[in-house]
């Protein structure tokens, strides 16, 4: 991570949120702040009474371990997801998921104007994409910092009228 973080030559693109997406994250982590909240109030009163029941002792370390795992993983998502652009691959982090995918695999880029979607294709068939969520405004960088990576890729920008005759002409298939 240390060689992708530090390369001047690398490009990263914030991963954007949906409004939706955000207030379910948010609620997640009020959700295990709340369980952590329970769990520990459960335990001070544990405490004052049998501590031999080893059932107990398990419950309340499986209710903090999940609490406190899914808490980071929430905090992790909303501070580290990104796509970064290395000089051969593209790497999509999304916490402490990665994914990376060869620039040199990479087909062809597509915008489409209605439905304000940036979609990255890796065949001829456009069977195999991936859908780039950053912000509009960085659709063209984004595309430009592709290019430069690779001049292969073929680029598109999809009109309004031209996305609905497909969409209509796939609904007549």
């Known amino acids: 991570m240390e060689q992708i973080k530090n390369n001047p030559q690398n490009k990263i693109f914030r991963f954007r949120f949906s ?16 369980c952590i909240g329970l769990t520990s109030w ?17 419950k ?3 209710l903090y371990f ?3 795992f899914l808490a980071v993983l929430i905090l992790s998502m ?11 691959e593209l790497v999509l982090q999304f916490g402490f998921v990665k994914s990376r995918y060869e620039i040199k695999k990479i087909f ?15 065949d001829d068939f456009k069977t195999k994409y991936m859908v ?12 430009k910092e592709l290019g430069a990576r690779n001049e292969k890729i ?4 999809v009109s309004v009228k031209e996305e609905e005759e497909w969409k209509n002409n796939k609904k007549k298939k």
């Open 19 to 34: 409004p939706l997406l955000l207030a379910v994250m948010i609620v997640g982590l009020a959700l295990c702040a709340a």
């Open 42 to 58: 459960q335990f001070a009163d544990f405490l004052r009474g049998d501590l031999t029941s080893v059932y107990d002792w398990l």
């Open 60 to 62: 309340f370390f499986l």
């Open 66 to 68: 999940v609490s406190v």
């Open 78 to 88: 909303l501070v580290r997801s990104q796509y970064i652009l290395t000089e051969k």
């Open 108 to 122: 062809s880029a597509r915008v489409f104007k209605k439905s304000n979607k940036l979609t990255v294709y890796f």
């Open 132 to 143: 780039i969520v950053v912000r509009e405004e960085w659709y063209d960088e984004f595309v």
């Open 154 to 157: 073929e680029f598109d920008f």
